[in-house]
């Protein structure tokens, strides 16, 4: 059951077309792309962030 197939995937694909039609799709998957690549860019920055914490506050 939490398979899915070829055929189930088309299904899917055949639906989201429908709902949202050809041209809407390009812009939801730019969104989804650059709400990605914001994600990511914010995972990598905070390490970095708490280690410069940890220096400062050793230094005093």
């Known amino acids: 059951m939490g398979r899915f197939g070829v055929t189930e995937i088309l ?3 055949a639906v989201v077309l ?3 039609g050809g041209k809407k799709i ?3 998957m730019k969104g ?3 709400g990605i690549k914001e ?3 914010a ?3 905070e390490p ?4 410069k914490e940890e220096s400062v506050n ?3």
Do not use: C, Q, R
């Open 11 to 13: 299904v899917i694909l």
């Open 18 to 20: 429908l709902l949202f």
């Open 26 to 28: 390009p812009e939801l």
């Open 32 to 34: 989804l792309g650059s």
């Open 39 to 41: 994600f990511k860019n």
């Open 43 to 45: 995972a990598k920055e």
């Open 48 to 51: 970095s962030t708490d280690k």
């Open 58 to 60: 050793e230094k005093k």
